[in-house]
Protein backbone atom coordinates (compact mmCIF):
# COMPACT_ATOMS: atom_id res chain seq x y z
CA UNK A 1 0.00 0.00 0.00
CA UNK A 2 1.35 3.53 -0.87
CA UNK A 3 0.91 6.17 1.08
CA UNK A 4 1.16 9.80 1.04
CA UNK A 5 4.33 11.69 2.62
CA UNK A 6 3.67 14.35 5.21
CA UNK A 7 4.53 17.52 3.09
CA UNK A 8 6.77 18.50 6.08
CA UNK A 9 8.96 15.80 5.68
CA UNK A 10 9.47 16.34 2.17
CA UNK A 11 9.93 20.29 2.72
CA UNK A 12 12.84 19.49 5.27
CA UNK A 13 14.25 17.06 2.43
CA UNK A 14 14.49 19.46 0.25
CA UNK A 15 15.67 22.14 2.24
CA UNK A 16 18.57 20.06 3.27
CA UNK A 17 19.09 18.60 -0.05
CA UNK A 18 19.30 21.70 -1.07
CA UNK A 19 21.55 23.76 1.93
CA UNK A 20 24.13 20.70 1.18
CA UNK A 21 25.26 22.16 -2.02
CA UNK A 22 25.75 25.69 -0.02
CA UNK A 23 29.09 24.04 1.45
CA UNK A 24 32.67 23.12 0.17
CA UNK A 25 32.95 19.74 0.44
CA UNK A 26 35.04 16.82 0.08
CA UNK A 27 35.94 14.32 -2.58
CA UNK A 28 37.71 11.42 -3.29
CA UNK A 29 40.06 11.13 -6.46
CA UNK A 30 37.30 8.96 -8.76
CA UNK A 31 34.48 10.94 -6.75
CA UNK A 32 32.34 14.03 -8.56
CA UNK A 33 32.76 17.36 -6.91
CA UNK A 34 30.14 18.50 -8.68
CA UNK A 35 27.12 16.04 -8.91
CA UNK A 36 25.26 17.54 -5.55
CA UNK A 37 24.42 20.49 -7.37
CA UNK A 38 23.32 18.72 -10.42
CA UNK A 39 21.44 16.23 -8.70
CA UNK A 40 18.94 19.05 -6.87
CA UNK A 41 19.12 20.76 -10.12
CA UNK A 42 15.41 21.90 -10.23
CA UNK A 43 14.56 20.72 -7.17
CA UNK A 44 12.22 23.81 -4.93
CA UNK A 45 11.72 23.13 -1.31
CA UNK A 46 8.19 24.75 -1.08
CA UNK A 47 5.88 24.92 2.41
CA UNK A 48 2.75 22.79 2.74
CA UNK A 49 1.03 26.08 1.13
CA UNK A 50 3.10 26.22 -1.80
CA UNK A 51 5.53 29.03 -0.58
CA UNK A 52 9.61 28.61 -1.15
CA UNK A 53 11.14 28.13 1.83
CA UNK A 54 14.30 29.77 3.25
CA UNK A 55 17.36 27.18 2.97
CA UNK A 56 19.47 29.36 5.22
CA UNK A 57 17.30 27.30 8.33
CA UNK A 58 19.59 24.45 7.63
CA UNK A 59 22.83 25.87 7.14
CA UNK A 60 23.55 26.51 10.96
CA UNK A 61 22.52 22.44 11.65
CA UNK A 62 24.40 20.90 8.37
CA UNK A 63 27.53 23.09 9.12
CA UNK A 64 28.68 20.65 11.64
CA UNK A 65 26.58 17.09 10.42
CA UNK A 66 27.74 17.04 7.28
CA UNK A 67 31.78 17.09 7.96
CA UNK A 68 30.95 14.73 10.68
CA UNK A 69 29.17 12.39 8.52
CA UNK A 70 32.08 13.16 5.48
CA UNK A 71 34.71 12.29 7.46
CA UNK A 72 33.59 9.22 8.42
CA UNK A 73 32.53 8.03 4.66
CA UNK A 74 36.38 8.91 4.19
CA UNK A 75 37.79 7.05 7.02
CA UNK A 76 35.95 4.22 5.85
CA UNK A 77 37.10 4.27 3.00
CA UNK A 78 40.96 4.63 3.81
CA UNK A 79 40.11 1.19 5.74
CA UNK A 80 39.00 -0.50 2.80
CA UNK A 81 35.36 -0.87 4.20
CA UNK A 82 33.99 -2.03 0.97
CA UNK A 83 29.95 -0.94 1.59
CA UNK A 84 28.69 1.58 2.72
CA UNK A 85 24.52 1.74 3.33
CA UNK A 86 23.30 5.41 3.20
CA UNK A 87 19.62 4.99 5.29
CA UNK A 88 17.28 7.97 4.57
CA UNK A 89 19.70 9.02 1.61
CA UNK A 90 17.27 11.57 -0.23
CA UNK A 91 19.01 13.72 -2.59
CA UNK A 92 22.55 13.22 -1.04
CA UNK A 93 25.39 13.11 -2.94
CA UNK A 94 28.11 11.33 -0.98
CA UNK A 95 27.77 8.07 -3.48
CA UNK A 96 28.73 10.58 -6.03
CA UNK A 97 31.80 12.50 -4.39
CA UNK A 98 33.18 9.43 -2.88
CA UNK A 99 33.09 7.35 -5.60
CA UNK A 100 35.74 4.62 -5.26
CA UNK A 101 36.89 1.73 -6.70
CA UNK A 102 35.95 -1.41 -5.05
CA UNK A 103 33.33 0.42 -2.82
CA UNK A 104 29.59 -0.11 -3.08
CA UNK A 105 27.53 2.15 -1.87
CA UNK A 106 23.72 1.32 -1.29
CA UNK A 107 21.19 4.63 -1.00
CA UNK A 108 17.99 3.66 0.66
CA UNK A 109 14.61 5.82 0.72
CA UNK A 110 11.19 5.80 -0.31
CA UNK A 111 10.23 4.61 -3.31
CA UNK A 112 9.01 7.63 -4.88
CA UNK A 113 12.34 9.39 -3.73
CA UNK A 114 14.42 6.43 -5.13
CA UNK A 115 12.78 6.62 -8.39
CA UNK A 116 13.18 10.56 -8.35
CA UNK A 117 16.32 10.24 -7.65
CA UNK A 118 17.27 7.89 -10.39
CA UNK A 119 15.47 9.73 -12.86
CA UNK A 120 17.83 12.66 -12.28
CA UNK A 121 21.46 11.04 -12.18
CA UNK A 122 19.87 9.21 -15.56
CA UNK A 123 19.45 12.76 -16.84
CA UNK A 124 23.45 14.12 -15.49
CA UNK A 125 24.54 11.22 -17.57
CA UNK A 126 26.06 10.26 -13.97
CA UNK A 127 27.72 6.72 -13.85
CA UNK A 128 26.23 5.17 -10.82
CA UNK A 129 27.67 1.06 -11.55
CA UNK A 130 29.10 1.66 -8.40
CA UNK A 131 25.70 3.29 -6.44
CA UNK A 132 22.38 0.53 -5.42
CA UNK A 133 19.30 2.45 -5.16
CA UNK A 134 16.75 1.06 -2.93
CA UNK A 135 13.32 2.14 -1.88
CA UNK A 136 11.66 1.09 1.08
CA UNK A 137 9.55 2.21 3.71
CA UNK A 138 11.20 2.73 6.76
CA UNK A 139 7.68 2.15 8.81
CA UNK A 140 6.69 -1.39 7.35
CA UNK A 141 9.53 -3.04 5.71
CA UNK A 142 12.39 -4.79 7.11
CA UNK A 143 16.18 -3.45 6.20
CA UNK A 144 17.93 -6.51 6.36
CA UNK A 145 15.67 -8.04 3.82
CA UNK A 146 15.66 -5.01 2.07
CA UNK A 147 19.78 -5.29 1.93
CA UNK A 148 19.71 -8.96 1.03
CA UNK A 149 17.45 -8.41 -1.58
CA UNK A 150 20.05 -5.73 -3.15
CA UNK A 151 23.22 -7.49 -2.94
CA UNK A 152 24.49 -5.89 0.23
CA UNK A 153 26.94 -8.84 1.70
CA UNK A 154 26.63 -9.67 5.41
CA UNK A 155 30.21 -10.91 5.72
CA UNK A 156 32.05 -7.63 4.73
CA UNK A 157 32.27 -4.90 6.95
CA UNK A 158 29.73 -1.90 5.78
CA UNK A 159 29.57 2.05 7.18
CA UNK A 160 25.69 2.56 7.64
CA UNK A 161 24.59 6.11 8.16
CA UNK A 162 21.69 7.28 9.52
CA UNK A 163 22.03 11.12 8.95
CA UNK A 164 18.62 12.66 10.34
CA UNK A 165 16.48 9.98 10.07
CA UNK A 166 15.39 8.06 13.22
CA UNK A 167 13.59 11.62 14.42
CA UNK A 168 10.98 11.18 11.47
CA UNK A 169 10.25 7.41 12.82
CA UNK A 170 8.13 5.89 15.56
CA UNK A 171 10.76 4.96 18.58
CA UNK A 172 9.15 1.17 17.64
CA UNK A 173 10.20 1.77 13.93
CA UNK A 174 14.08 2.96 15.08
CA UNK A 175 13.96 -0.24 17.17
CA UNK A 176 13.33 -2.35 14.16
CA UNK A 177 15.79 -0.57 11.96
CA UNK A 178 19.39 -0.51 14.34
CA UNK A 179 18.34 -4.67 15.07
CA UNK A 180 17.67 -4.93 11.39
CA UNK A 181 20.84 -3.26 10.62
CA UNK A 182 22.92 -5.44 13.30
CA UNK A 183 21.88 -8.52 11.50
CA UNK A 184 23.55 -7.23 8.63
CA UNK A 185 26.45 -5.90 10.40
CA UNK A 186 29.70 -7.95 9.84
CA UNK A 187 32.62 -7.68 11.97
CA UNK A 188 34.48 -3.99 11.52
CA UNK A 189 30.87 -2.28 11.17
CA UNK A 190 29.83 1.08 12.09
CA UNK A 191 26.67 2.81 12.45
CA UNK A 192 26.39 6.63 12.65
CA UNK A 193 23.21 8.11 13.49
CA UNK A 194 22.06 11.95 14.65
CA UNK A 195 19.89 11.01 17.79
CA UNK A 196 17.44 14.41 19.16
CA UNK A 197 18.14 14.31 22.52
CA UNK A 198 16.02 16.18 25.32
CA UNK A 199 17.45 16.52 28.87
CA UNK A 200 16.90 13.26 31.57
CA UNK A 201 13.94 13.53 34.02
CA UNK A 202 11.54 14.46 30.80
CA UNK A 203 8.66 12.83 29.30
CA UNK A 204 9.33 11.98 26.27
CA UNK A 205 6.27 11.58 24.57
CA UNK A 206 5.42 14.59 26.08
CA UNK A 207 8.39 16.69 24.47
CA UNK A 208 7.69 15.46 21.41
CA UNK A 209 3.91 16.14 21.57
CA UNK A 210 5.47 20.14 22.44
CA UNK A 211 7.57 20.22 19.59
CA UNK A 212 5.05 19.41 17.51
CA UNK A 213 2.38 21.58 18.26
CA UNK A 214 4.95 24.53 18.79
CA UNK A 215 7.13 24.08 15.67
CA UNK A 216 4.27 22.50 13.37
CA UNK A 217 1.06 23.03 14.73
CA UNK A 218 -0.01 19.44 15.84
CA UNK A 219 1.12 18.39 12.27
CA UNK A 220 4.53 17.71 12.20
CA UNK A 221 6.52 15.12 11.14
CA UNK A 222 9.11 14.52 14.11
CA UNK A 223 8.28 11.50 16.22
CA UNK A 224 11.24 10.74 18.34
CA UNK A 225 13.34 12.65 21.04
CA UNK A 226 14.91 10.84 23.38
CA UNK A 227 17.13 11.38 26.52
CA UNK A 228 21.00 10.01 26.17
CA UNK A 229 20.46 7.24 28.25
CA UNK A 230 17.63 6.11 26.63
CA UNK A 231 19.57 6.26 23.41
CA UNK A 232 22.79 4.23 24.72
CA UNK A 233 19.83 1.44 25.84
CA UNK A 234 18.51 1.65 22.44
CA UNK A 235 21.94 0.49 20.60
CA UNK A 236 22.90 -1.64 23.27
CA UNK A 237 19.56 -3.84 22.52
CA UNK A 238 19.96 -4.26 19.44
CA UNK A 239 23.50 -5.26 19.67
CA UNK A 240 25.77 -1.96 18.85
CA UNK A 241 28.05 -0.53 21.13
CA UNK A 242 28.38 2.92 21.29
CA UNK A 243 32.19 4.47 20.97
CA UNK A 244 32.95 6.90 23.57
CA UNK A 245 29.34 6.83 25.31
CA UNK A 246 30.23 9.44 27.79
CA UNK A 247 31.85 11.60 24.98
CA UNK A 248 29.03 14.22 24.26
CA UNK A 249 29.21 14.93 20.21
CA UNK A 250 26.06 17.26 19.60
CA UNK A 251 24.99 20.33 18.29
CA UNK A 252 21.77 22.34 19.82
CA UNK A 253 18.57 22.04 17.44
CA UNK A 254 15.52 24.19 19.13
CA UNK A 255 14.66 25.49 22.75
CA UNK A 256 11.15 24.75 23.47
CA UNK A 257 9.13 25.52 26.87
CA UNK A 258 8.41 22.61 28.31
CA UNK A 259 7.02 21.82 31.59
CA UNK A 260 7.59 25.77 32.91
CA UNK A 261 10.86 25.45 31.77
CA UNK A 262 13.18 26.06 28.37
CA UNK A 263 14.29 22.48 27.39
CA UNK A 264 16.90 22.52 24.52
CA UNK A 265 16.86 19.96 22.21
CA UNK A 266 20.04 18.51 20.64
CA UNK A 267 21.05 16.67 17.59
CA UNK A 268 23.59 13.89 19.05
CA UNK A 269 25.98 12.19 16.61
CA UNK A 270 26.56 8.41 18.23
CA UNK A 271 28.76 6.09 16.19
CA UNK A 272 28.55 2.53 17.57
CA UNK A 273 30.10 -1.31 16.67
CA UNK A 274 28.22 -4.06 15.94
Excluded at 7 to 14: D, G, K, N
Excluded at 55 to 69: K, Q, V
Excluded at 152 to 165: I, K, N, V
Amino acid sequence: MTTTENPLLTMIREVCALGRVEFERPHTAEGDPGAGRALVRGLRAVDPGGEPSDISLSLGLLAPRAPYFDRLVLAAIAAQVPQVVNLGAGYDDRALRFRRSGVTFFDLDRPGIIADKVRRLAATGTDTRHLIPVGLDFRTDDVAEALARAGHDATRPTLFLAEHLALFLEPDDVLALLAGLSARAAEGSTLALTAEVHPEGLDSDRVVSVVDQEMFGGGGPLHTIQARDAWLALFAKTGWTVEDPDEVTAVGHFALPVGGQVVQIQTQFLTATC
